[in-house]
Protein backbone atom coordinates (compact mmCIF):
# COMPACT_ATOMS: atom_id res chain seq x y z
CA UNK A 1 0.00 0.00 0.00
CA UNK A 2 0.87 3.46 -0.47
CA UNK A 3 -0.06 7.36 -0.15
CA UNK A 4 0.51 10.28 -2.23
CA UNK A 5 3.08 12.52 -1.19
CA UNK A 6 1.43 15.87 -2.66
CA UNK A 7 -1.78 16.60 -3.22
CA UNK A 8 -3.10 15.54 -6.90
CA UNK A 9 -5.31 17.94 -9.46
CA UNK A 10 -8.15 16.26 -10.98
CA UNK A 11 -6.50 16.28 -13.98
CA UNK A 12 -3.35 14.45 -12.84
CA UNK A 13 -5.72 11.90 -11.46
CA UNK A 14 -7.44 11.48 -14.51
CA UNK A 15 -3.71 10.98 -15.89
CA UNK A 16 -2.51 8.40 -13.01
CA UNK A 17 -6.14 6.72 -13.45
CA UNK A 18 -5.47 5.74 -17.37
CA UNK A 19 -1.75 5.49 -16.98
CA UNK A 20 -0.87 3.57 -13.62
CA UNK A 21 3.04 3.26 -14.08
CA UNK A 22 2.51 7.53 -13.28
CA UNK A 23 1.77 6.96 -9.80
CA UNK A 24 4.91 5.65 -8.13
CA UNK A 25 6.45 9.05 -8.97
CA UNK A 26 4.04 10.65 -6.53
CA UNK A 27 3.65 8.12 -4.03
CA UNK A 28 5.63 6.35 -0.83
CA UNK A 29 5.38 3.13 0.77
CA UNK A 30 3.22 2.91 3.61
CA UNK A 31 4.55 0.35 5.98
CA UNK A 32 3.16 -1.29 9.43
CA UNK A 33 4.24 -3.05 12.39
CA UNK A 34 8.57 -3.98 11.88
CA UNK A 35 8.37 -1.57 8.63
CA UNK A 36 6.79 -4.35 6.66
CA UNK A 37 4.35 -3.09 3.95
CA UNK A 38 0.82 -3.04 4.28
CA UNK A 39 0.10 -6.24 1.54
CA UNK A 40 -2.94 -5.57 -1.15
CA UNK A 41 -3.61 -9.05 -2.47
CA UNK A 42 -6.90 -9.15 -0.63
CA UNK A 43 -7.58 -5.94 -1.14
CA UNK A 44 -7.42 -6.26 -4.65
CA UNK A 45 -9.39 -9.39 -4.77
CA UNK A 46 -12.19 -7.90 -3.16
CA UNK A 47 -11.91 -5.40 -5.66
CA UNK A 48 -12.42 -7.54 -8.55
CA UNK A 49 -15.49 -9.36 -6.77
CA UNK A 50 -17.33 -5.88 -5.99
CA UNK A 51 -16.77 -5.45 -9.12
CA UNK A 52 -17.98 -8.79 -10.31
CA UNK A 53 -21.03 -8.48 -8.73
CA UNK A 54 -21.92 -4.96 -10.23
CA UNK A 55 -21.59 -6.44 -13.89
CA UNK A 56 -24.21 -9.18 -12.64
CA UNK A 57 -26.28 -6.79 -11.19
CA UNK A 58 -25.68 -8.28 -7.37
CA UNK A 59 -27.54 -5.37 -5.93
CA UNK A 60 -30.81 -3.20 -6.87
CA UNK A 61 -28.66 0.19 -6.60
CA UNK A 62 -25.13 0.89 -6.53
CA UNK A 63 -25.90 2.08 -2.88
CA UNK A 64 -27.03 -1.65 -1.94
CA UNK A 65 -23.24 -2.71 -2.07
CA UNK A 66 -22.10 -0.85 1.36
CA UNK A 67 -23.71 -3.20 3.66
CA UNK A 68 -21.79 -6.14 2.18
CA UNK A 69 -19.06 -4.32 1.55
CA UNK A 70 -17.91 -2.11 4.79
CA UNK A 71 -17.30 -5.53 6.81
CA UNK A 72 -15.44 -7.29 3.60
CA UNK A 73 -13.28 -3.45 3.28
CA UNK A 74 -12.37 -3.41 7.04
CA UNK A 75 -11.51 -7.11 7.39
CA UNK A 76 -9.54 -7.59 4.37
CA UNK A 77 -7.46 -4.48 4.75
CA UNK A 78 -6.08 -4.57 7.94
CA UNK A 79 -5.04 -1.08 8.99
CA UNK A 80 -4.43 0.73 12.47
CA UNK A 81 -6.85 3.76 13.09
CA UNK A 82 -3.18 6.53 12.35
CA UNK A 83 -2.74 4.90 9.50
CA UNK A 84 -6.58 4.85 8.47
CA UNK A 85 -6.61 8.81 9.34
CA UNK A 86 -4.36 9.58 6.10
CA UNK A 87 -6.53 11.25 3.25
CA UNK A 88 -3.54 10.60 0.95
CA UNK A 89 -3.37 7.01 1.73
CA UNK A 90 -7.34 6.69 0.96
CA UNK A 91 -6.83 8.89 -2.55
CA UNK A 92 -4.18 6.50 -3.60
CA UNK A 93 -6.46 3.57 -2.85
CA UNK A 94 -8.89 5.19 -4.77
CA UNK A 95 -7.15 5.65 -7.50
CA UNK A 96 -6.29 2.07 -7.40
CA UNK A 97 -10.00 0.98 -6.99
CA UNK A 98 -11.07 3.77 -9.72
CA UNK A 99 -13.49 1.04 -11.55
CA UNK A 100 -15.24 0.86 -7.75
CA UNK A 101 -15.41 4.46 -6.96
CA UNK A 102 -16.97 5.35 -10.72
CA UNK A 103 -19.64 2.71 -10.50
CA UNK A 104 -20.29 3.49 -6.78
CA UNK A 105 -20.41 7.64 -7.15
CA UNK A 106 -20.22 9.10 -10.80
CA UNK A 107 -23.19 11.13 -11.48
CA UNK A 108 -25.40 10.76 -15.17
CA UNK A 109 -23.00 12.72 -16.45
CA UNK A 110 -19.86 10.55 -15.67
CA UNK A 111 -18.29 12.85 -13.15
CA UNK A 112 -17.52 11.48 -9.75
CA UNK A 113 -17.06 14.55 -6.78
CA UNK A 114 -13.71 15.35 -5.49
CA UNK A 115 -14.28 14.73 -2.10
CA UNK A 116 -15.06 11.02 -3.22
CA UNK A 117 -11.52 10.88 -4.56
CA UNK A 118 -9.70 12.72 -1.32
CA UNK A 119 -12.43 13.25 1.27
CA UNK A 120 -13.80 13.55 4.92
CA UNK A 121 -14.17 10.69 6.58
CA UNK A 122 -17.75 10.35 5.47
CA UNK A 123 -17.64 11.06 2.02
CA UNK A 124 -14.29 9.40 0.70
CA UNK A 125 -15.64 6.58 -1.32
CA UNK A 126 -13.09 3.27 0.40
CA UNK A 127 -12.47 5.75 3.85
CA UNK A 128 -16.80 6.16 4.76
CA UNK A 129 -16.83 2.20 4.30
CA UNK A 130 -14.24 1.40 6.08
CA UNK A 131 -14.03 3.82 9.11
CA UNK A 132 -18.17 2.66 9.32
CA UNK A 133 -17.21 -0.67 9.88
CA UNK A 134 -14.89 -0.05 12.37
CA UNK A 135 -16.78 2.51 14.38
CA UNK A 136 -20.04 0.60 14.24
CA UNK A 137 -18.84 -3.06 14.75
CA UNK A 138 -19.56 -4.51 18.54
CA UNK A 139 -16.24 -6.37 18.59
CA UNK A 140 -15.85 -8.64 16.19
CA UNK A 141 -19.50 -8.64 15.40
CA UNK A 142 -20.08 -6.58 12.20
CA UNK A 143 -23.87 -6.96 12.14
CA UNK A 144 -24.40 -3.85 13.24
CA UNK A 145 -22.30 -2.31 10.26
CA UNK A 146 -24.81 -4.15 8.10
CA UNK A 147 -27.50 -2.43 9.95
CA UNK A 148 -26.11 1.11 9.52
CA UNK A 149 -25.31 1.13 5.95
CA UNK A 150 -28.52 0.00 5.09
CA UNK A 151 -29.72 3.27 5.68
CA UNK A 152 -27.57 5.52 3.68
CA UNK A 153 -28.73 8.69 6.08
CA UNK A 154 -27.20 6.61 9.06
CA UNK A 155 -23.43 6.78 7.91
CA UNK A 156 -24.14 10.10 6.39
CA UNK A 157 -25.02 11.93 8.88
CA UNK A 158 -23.53 10.21 11.92
CA UNK A 159 -19.50 9.23 10.56
CA UNK A 160 -18.02 12.73 10.86
CA UNK A 161 -19.36 13.51 13.87
CA UNK A 162 -17.08 13.06 17.19
CA UNK A 163 -20.12 11.38 19.61
CA UNK A 164 -19.28 8.39 17.52
CA UNK A 165 -15.99 8.08 18.62
CA UNK A 166 -17.70 6.67 21.64
CA UNK A 167 -18.92 3.19 20.31
CA UNK A 168 -21.16 2.69 22.77
CA UNK A 169 -22.87 5.44 21.90
CA UNK A 170 -22.65 4.57 18.16
CA UNK A 171 -24.08 1.73 18.75
CA UNK A 172 -26.97 2.94 20.92
CA UNK A 173 -27.65 5.31 18.00
CA UNK A 174 -28.00 3.13 15.66
CA UNK A 175 -30.39 1.14 17.59
CA UNK A 176 -32.53 3.61 18.67
CA UNK A 177 -32.73 5.02 15.00
CA UNK A 178 -33.34 1.47 13.82
CA UNK A 179 -35.94 0.64 16.50
CA UNK A 180 -38.81 2.04 14.79
CA UNK A 181 -41.25 0.38 11.95
CA UNK A 182 -40.42 3.60 9.89
CA UNK A 183 -36.68 3.81 8.78
CA UNK A 184 -35.15 7.28 10.17
CA UNK A 185 -35.36 10.54 7.87
CA UNK A 186 -31.99 12.41 7.17
CA UNK A 187 -33.41 15.15 9.13
CA UNK A 188 -34.50 12.95 11.89
CA UNK A 189 -30.87 11.29 12.03
CA UNK A 190 -29.26 15.00 11.98
CA UNK A 191 -32.25 16.25 14.49
CA UNK A 192 -31.07 13.73 17.07
CA UNK A 193 -27.12 14.29 16.00
CA UNK A 194 -27.63 17.29 16.93
CA UNK A 195 -29.77 17.06 20.63
CA UNK A 196 -27.29 14.46 21.36
CA UNK A 197 -24.32 16.79 20.83
CA UNK A 198 -26.04 19.16 22.94
CA UNK A 199 -26.87 16.68 26.03
CA UNK A 200 -23.28 15.68 26.10
CA UNK A 201 -21.68 19.09 25.45
CA UNK A 202 -21.32 19.11 29.64
CA UNK A 203 -20.67 16.03 30.11
CA UNK A 204 -18.68 13.37 28.06
CA UNK A 205 -20.66 10.27 27.16
CA UNK A 206 -18.53 8.22 28.46
CA UNK A 207 -19.02 9.76 31.99
CA UNK A 208 -22.15 6.97 31.53
CA UNK A 209 -21.13 4.27 29.54
CA UNK A 210 -17.95 4.05 31.46
CA UNK A 211 -14.31 4.55 30.01
CA UNK A 212 -14.95 1.48 27.60
CA UNK A 213 -11.22 0.97 25.30
CA UNK A 214 -10.97 -1.21 22.65
CA UNK A 215 -8.65 -4.73 23.36
CA UNK A 216 -5.78 -2.55 21.48
CA UNK A 217 -3.07 -5.33 22.21
CA UNK A 218 -5.98 -7.64 20.36
CA UNK A 219 -6.54 -5.61 17.35
CA UNK A 220 -2.87 -4.76 16.43
CA UNK A 221 -1.98 -8.40 16.15
CA UNK A 222 -5.64 -8.68 14.35
CA UNK A 223 -3.90 -6.82 11.65
CA UNK A 224 -0.35 -7.71 12.16
CA UNK A 225 -1.81 -11.42 10.99
CA UNK A 226 -3.22 -10.36 8.04
CA UNK A 227 -6.41 -11.59 6.25
CA UNK A 228 -6.86 -15.26 5.02
CA UNK A 229 -8.34 -16.42 1.82
CA UNK A 230 -11.69 -16.16 1.82
CA UNK A 231 -13.53 -19.05 0.45
CA UNK A 232 -17.02 -17.56 0.25
CA UNK A 233 -17.80 -14.32 -0.44
CA UNK A 234 -21.60 -14.73 0.67
CA UNK A 235 -20.80 -16.46 3.95
CA UNK A 236 -20.18 -13.51 7.20
CA UNK A 237 -16.25 -12.13 8.21
CA UNK A 238 -15.49 -12.03 11.50
CA UNK A 239 -14.27 -8.97 12.77
CA UNK A 240 -11.12 -8.16 15.09
CA UNK A 241 -10.38 -10.53 17.45
CA UNK A 242 -11.48 -8.60 20.86
CA UNK A 243 -14.22 -8.47 23.13
CA UNK A 244 -17.55 -6.42 22.59
CA UNK A 245 -19.44 -4.25 24.52
CA UNK A 246 -20.04 -4.38 28.03
CA UNK A 247 -23.55 -4.61 28.40
CA UNK A 248 -23.36 -1.93 31.46
CA UNK A 249 -21.80 0.33 28.24
CA UNK A 250 -24.40 -0.86 25.71
CA UNK A 251 -26.87 -0.35 27.57
CA UNK A 252 -25.86 3.32 28.89
CA UNK A 253 -25.34 4.02 25.51
CA UNK A 254 -28.93 3.54 24.64
CA UNK A 255 -29.83 5.52 27.37
CA UNK A 256 -28.19 8.19 26.03
CA UNK A 257 -29.67 7.94 22.44
CA UNK A 258 -33.06 7.37 23.25
CA UNK A 259 -32.96 10.77 25.81
CA UNK A 260 -31.66 12.39 22.58
CA UNK A 261 -34.33 10.85 20.74
CA UNK A 262 -36.92 12.68 23.74
CA UNK A 263 -34.87 16.03 23.04
CA UNK A 264 -35.24 16.05 19.33
CA UNK A 265 -38.75 15.26 19.37
CA UNK A 266 -39.71 17.88 21.42
CA UNK A 267 -38.10 20.27 19.72
CA UNK A 268 -39.50 19.57 16.29
CA UNK A 269 -42.98 19.78 18.12
CA UNK A 270 -41.71 23.34 19.32
CA UNK A 271 -41.10 24.56 15.91
Sequence with gaps: MQRFVRRLSPDERVQMIADPSLVESASEVVTGDGGRPVPLDRFDELLAETIGRSERSQWPKESASDAWLAPHLHNLLRLTRAQASDRATWEWLAVRAAPYVRWRWQ??????????????????????LWWGAEIFRDGDDYRPVQQAFRNQDLPNSLLHRPIVRCRPLALGLVQSLLSDDEPPTSRR??????????????????????????????????VADGAPPVEDWDAGVPGPSVPALPERSRTAGLAIADRGRQYAERARSAR
Design 107 to 128: DKGGVVAEDRWRGPVHKQALAR
Design 189 to 222: INDLARAVNLATAGSPPEAETGFYRDDLGGYRRW
